[in-house]
């Protein structure tokens, strides 16, 4: 799924934290970073956050309701 328009980088990964099952993110090349990890998010707001704004992410969830989470983040902002 593709998650656009991030501005608020906090409460981004405050939701990701309350999802279930793995999150991650897919990078261009095809490689999958676990978003869940501490160290991944540290890693990812250095170099994609760097100027504060996301235009598109694409990320894979497993989890059913994980997925209507960042459905609702997308759309909702919660």
Same mark, same amino acid.
């Given at each position: 799924m593709k998650i ?16 279930? &099952? ?7 090349? &095809? ?20 100027? &504060?704004?996301?235009?598109e992410?694409e ?6 309701d ?10 909702? &902002?919660?």
């Amino acid at each position: 799924m593709k998650i656009q328009n991030i501005t608020d980088v906090n409460t981004f990964f405050k939701i990701i934290d309350e999802c279930k &099952g793995p999150v991650e993110l897919l990078s261009p090349e &095809g490689d999958r970073i676990n978003l869940k990890s501490k160290l991944s998010q540290y890693v990812s707001m250095a170099s994609i956050f760097s100027n &504060g704004y996301i235009r598109e992410l694409e990320l894979v969830a497993h989890d059913k309701d994980d997925i209507e989470r960042l459905i609702r983040y997308m759309y909702q &902002g919660e």
